[in-house]
């Protein structure tokens, strides 16, 4: 356990289906992100928060909506999904944005769109 | 935008033996260099870090070796063991004006052969 958890672990869900993926850290840190992880390609950041407050938004289809109601929760809110869009979802919370002592990641969200 | 990659995607090597895994990074100005291990079914998990003012930092069996003229970042692992198998990505970011999150590899896969 690494300090950042994330669930579910595994989610499957058709094109239509909305659903959620939770991440939640009590290491006190203040920055939080999600990244999507694909086969053979490298980390893609997704969205950054930093004191609760959307920092960056890297061009992400609005399918996928962020929501960080506090310091320690990040949810990333699915809709309308693509089958493109299976992957494995990480979360990860630094203390400070450059990431100095590295960034904290969880076990991932592994979804699959059907 | 810059990018961080590494030379070899997949490496065999005997339990016991010395492992090295290269990186090369496009940005510069990036004063902040870390390794992480992968391994299946979790997330990323911080292994070293170096500023750019060194060129060289030990762990436990770790070495991080930096060379700034070539843009060059690498791993040794130390007598290799089965646990080492695992996915090793290299991340840098830039401390400076603007975006400064960590930006990944793609990374390499090491096999250790018992």
């Known amino acids: 356990e690494t300090g950042v958890t994330q669930t579910p672990r595994h989610l499957v869900m058709g094109m239509t289906n909305k659903k959620s993926l939770k991440c939640e850290q009590h290491?006190?840190?203040?920055?939080m992100y999600w990244y999507k992880q694909s086969a053979k390609k490298p980390l893609e950041l997704m969205f950054v928060?930093?004191?609760?407050?959307?920092?960056e938004n890297n061009s992400v289809p609005s399918r996928f909506s962020p929501e960080c109601p506090n310091s320690s929760h990040l949810f990333l809110h699915l809709h309308t999904l693509q089958p493109e869009d299976s992957a494995l979802y990480l979360c990860?919370?630094?203390?400070?944005?450059?990431?100095?002592?590295?960034?904290?990641f969880g076990s991932g969200t592994r979804l699959t769109v059907v | 935008g810059e990018s961080v990659g590494l030379h070899l995607p997949t490496l065999s090597v005997q339990e016991g033996d010395n492992s090295i895994i290269n990186c090369a990074y496009s940005?510069?100005?990036?004063?902040?260099f870390i390794w992480y291990k992968q391994e299946s079914g979790k997330g990323p998990q911080f292994i070293i870090d170096?500023?750019?003012?060194?060129d060289k930092r030990q762990g436990q069996r770790v070495t991080v070796l930096l060379n700034k003229t070539v843009k060059h970042l690498s791993l040794q692992i130390a007598a290799t063991q089965p646990g080492d198998s695992a996915v090793y990505f290299c991340?840098?970011?830039?401390?400076?004006?603007?975006?400064?999150?960590?930006?990944f590899g793609k990374g390499t896969k090491l096999s250790v052969i018992p």
């Open positions: 990860a919370s630094s203390q400070g944005m450059q990431g100095l002592g590295g960034y904290t």
């Open positions: 991340a840098d970011s830039y401390s400076g004006a603007g975006s400064y999150q960590l930006t």
């Open positions: 290491l006190g840190h203040n920055a």
């Open positions: 940005n510069s100005a990036s004063d902040y």
């Open positions: 928060y930093n004191f609760k407050e959307q920092t």
């Open positions: 170096i500023r750019s003012n060194m």
